[in-house]
């Protein structure tokens, strides 16, 4: 059974960092692009990138561009999501997607963005 | 970006009902275009994928069709564990963009 299992979300301060992680299990992680997805209190879905089987690639949307790297450690199969400079506006529930053709989604964490 | 426009924003129906929700892209996608229900507190559960494609342990009377930039999720016959949100997800170029979803509920 695929599952994928977020966790390091929570309470930070305006301008500071958090990094995200993301357990896969039940298929081949090394195999898959991966995807980072979040949804802000109200809103809409929003894709924030992805990144490559093999680490080499990452894709990333235009409003977190230079503000969050995407990364993945395939001997562990973890899928990392390292934040900074965070804005309030950041505050949502962060997921991890099989990027197959977005499959599998994790539960989500949860990220506020407050002071 | 690709723009998506789905409707209606809220839908009320009865069981046994035929439900229909609906995304309109902003450009042709060549059917990458995939259907979502989400709980309140669980994971989005993909139903449909490239457009017309049945995720595997989806009950058969979720379908989807379209093409170009008109796309459509259909529910032959609402049951009540259908009530949920839909949103839909277009992956033909990136940033990959999501509709904002449906509430569905029963009457």
């Known amino acids: 059974e695929v599952q994928l299992v977020e966790s390091g979300g929570g309470l930070v301060q305006p301008g500071g960092s958090l990094k995200l992680s993301c357990v896969a299990s039940g298929f081949t992680f090394r195999d898959y692009w991966m995807n980072w997805v979040r949804q802000a209190p109200g809103k809409t879905m929003e894709w924030i990138g992805d990144?490559?089987?093999?680490?080499?690639?990452?894709n990333y949307a235009p409003s977190v561009k230079n503000r969050f790297t995407i990364s993945r450690d395939n001997a562990r199969s973890i899928l990392y999501l390292q934040m900074s400079n965070l804005r309030s506006d950041y505050t949502a529930t962060y997921y991890c997607?099989?990027?197959?053709?977005?499959?599998?989604w994790g539960q989500g964490v949860m990220v506020t963005v407050s002071s | 970006d690709i723009q998506m426009t789905p409707s209606p924003s809220f839908l009320s129906a009865s069981v046994g009902d035929r439900v229909t929700f609906n995304c309109k892209t902003s450009?042709?996608?060549?059917?990458?275009l995939n259907w979502y229900q989400q709980k309140l507190g669980e994971a989005p559960k993909l139903l449909i994928y490239?457009?017309?494609n049945l995720q595997t342990g989806i009950p058969s009377r979720f379908s989807g069709s379209g093409s170009g930039t008109d796309y459509t999720l259909t529910i032959s016959s609402l049951q009540p564990e259908d009530v949920a949100t839909y949103f839909c997800l277009q992956h033909y170029s990136r940033p990959n963009t999501f509709g904002a979803g449906t509430k569905l509920e029963l009457k």
């Open positions: 450009q042709n996608i060549n059917k990458y």
């Open positions: 997607v099989r990027a197959s053709y977005f499959d599998y």
């Open positions: 990144i490559k089987p093999d680490g080499s690639n990452t």
């Open positions: 490239n457009t017309n």
